[in-house]
């Protein structure tokens, strides 16, 4: 009898889990996870990564514990460690797993895994997961597929599951053995249960005002879900969330007095959209991870400034909402969009520091850290599409909008404690005097600005401008556009790219 392994990588469930229930119907099954070394030696990999993943594998134990089976885990890189099952196994094996859009690391171990299958006579069967539609066509419908596909109903666990007598192995890889340096103090718990919980008081209560609160980083750490962690990792499937949340907003319908909660739903369905949108730009080209998607700016920022760079950060760049975000990012994985947003606008603009550094730093920060998100959005906040426009924060008006009264700032910027209202966006612009009464000595206590916004945006804008209107950059962002741009057109003749 064939056994069939279902690989679990970034899909840690057995709800709505298409490679499990096609593997029920074609011999025993056999729950394996891998900790490839590949994968966590990667220069995107964190401790924080570690920790949620290390929640949700014992989440997705006790689940197959549940229905009667188990998780086995192994070390090592994915041939080598089917190599090993193959020949311990007693039967022919076949491979079930979901597609995965992930970094250049993944990307290139998929490629070598299914030339060894091929050569090995191994049938590797892979099935989409979300609105990321491969092969790859053009835009035109995209729209219709992602529709089409999220409506399609949940995939329950299968009753039938016969799975396969093996002696198997739970040994998670504690986060200290890693190698890498923890500098989290308190990261959100993975596992489903977690997920599920924070969906349910998301749609009940606490995403009432989310369309207008998402944007502070006082008021989104509670009106934001807070699910895209368990998005990245799969405890939630993005179909499931999208039909819980669509039958949240149609039971509302008709009924009235309901202050925010429509309009916070229809936001929240429209970031499900978004986020499948932006991970289809990897899926379609795997080099945005390092390549600018305009090469007409290559070589823009070729003069990386180091102390810019560490200042950054470490959230010590004389402007407190950026030091203090940072800050809050380093300790909980977590900031909200629009300061995500602000901070790499800061470092690209005001500090003009290559999008490929800054990057990966902020990568190992954000526990939901997603490639296809992460690397388009990165790009398209640093001005290097060709297509968008160029968005640029000032950070001291984002702090008088989003924390007016210094609540955030003095809570992760602890020199500023002290400092009054009218110089908690400017504390350099005390007086000597001031500085002592309030306990904060510009220079000492706390950092003098590190640049000048208004004078870095204002060059900055003349390099992204002067190239934005050559030749060149129109004919290279008509090609952009026309491999990721969002456009809505009625679904044409669809023809594989491939």
């Not at 134990?61 to 041939?79: D, M, T």
């Amino acid at each position: 009898m064939n056994i069939s392994i279902v690989w679990f990588k970034k899909d840690l469930r057995i709800v709505d889990h298409k490679p499990l229930h096609e593997a029920c119907n074609s011999g025993s099954v056999l729950p394996l996870y891998i900790y490839e070394p590949e994968i966590i030696e990667a220069d995107d990999y964190d401790p924080r990564h570690h920790q949620f993943i290390n929640d949700s594998l014992l989440s997705l134990k006790e689940s197959l514990k549940a229905i009667g089976g188990f998780l086995h885990i192994e070390y090592g890189s994915a041939i080598d460690v089917f190599k090993k099952l193959k020949n311990t196994l007693p039967n022919s094996i076949s491979v079930y797993s979901h597609e995965e859009t992930g970094n250049w690391v993944s990307y290139q171990r998929d490629i070598k895994f299914k030339k060894w299958c091929k050569s090995q006579d191994i049938n590797w069967h892979e099935y989409q997961q979300h609105g990321v539609q491969r092969p790859t066509f053009d835009r035109d419908g995209w729209s219709y597929e992602w529709n089409k596909f999220m409506n399609l109903p949940k995939i329950e666990v299968s009753k039938n599951i016969k799975f396969s007598s093996f002696d198997y192995l739970f040994d998670l890889i504690d986060i200290k053995k890693i190698g890498k340096h923890i500098t989290h103090k308190s990261i959100q718990k993975g596992g489903r249960e977690a997920g599920l919980k924070l969906l349910d008081s998301f749609l009940e209560t606490r995403g009432k005002n989310y369309s207008k609160e998402m944007s502070s980083p006082l008021t989104a750490i509670t009106s934001c879900s807070r699910l895209s962690p368990y998005l990245t990792f799969g405890n939630l499937s993005v179909r499931e969330v999208y039909k819980i949340a669509k039958a949240k907003i149609d039971k509302l319908k008709g009924i009235k007095n309901l202050g925010n909660w429509r309009s916070s739903i229809s936001s929240f369905l429209g970031r499900l959209r978004w986020h499948c949108h932006f991970i289809q730009k990897l899926e379609d080209q795997p080099q945005i991870e390092w390549e600018n998607m305009s090469r007409s700016y290559d070589s823009i920022r070729d003069d990386f400034n180091e102390l810019f760079f560490i200042a950054w950060k470490n959230g010590q760049t004389g402007y407190p909402l950026i030091d203090a975000c940072m800050r809050c990012l380093k300790d909980t994985g977590y900031i909200n969009f629009r300061m995500r947003a602000m901070l790499v606008s800061f470092a690209s603009y005001d500090l003009w520091l290559d999008w490929r550094k800054t990057s990966k730093y902020l990568a190992t920060q954000f526990t939901d850290y997603e490639p296809g998100i992460h690397y388009s959005q990165f790009q398209m906040q640093s001005g290097v599409t060709g297509i968008n426009s160029i968005r640029i924060y000032n950070p001291i008006k984002q702090q008088k909008d989003h924390d007016g009264e210094g609540i955030f700032v003095r809570e992760w910027v602890p020199e500023l404690k002290e400092v009054p209202l009218e110089y908690i966006f400017t504390p350099h612009l005390m007086s000597e005097g001031f500085q002592e009464i309030y306990n904060c000595k510009i220079g000492t206590d706390y950092p003098e600005p590190i640049v000048d916004h208004g004078l870095q945006v204002k060059k900055a804008k003349q390099v992204l401008y002067g190239i934005k209107k050559t030749e060149g950059a129109r004919v290279e962002a008509k090609k952009v556009y026309l491999k990721h741009g969002s456009r809505r057109r009625p679904l044409l003749k669809r023809v594989s790219t491939t």
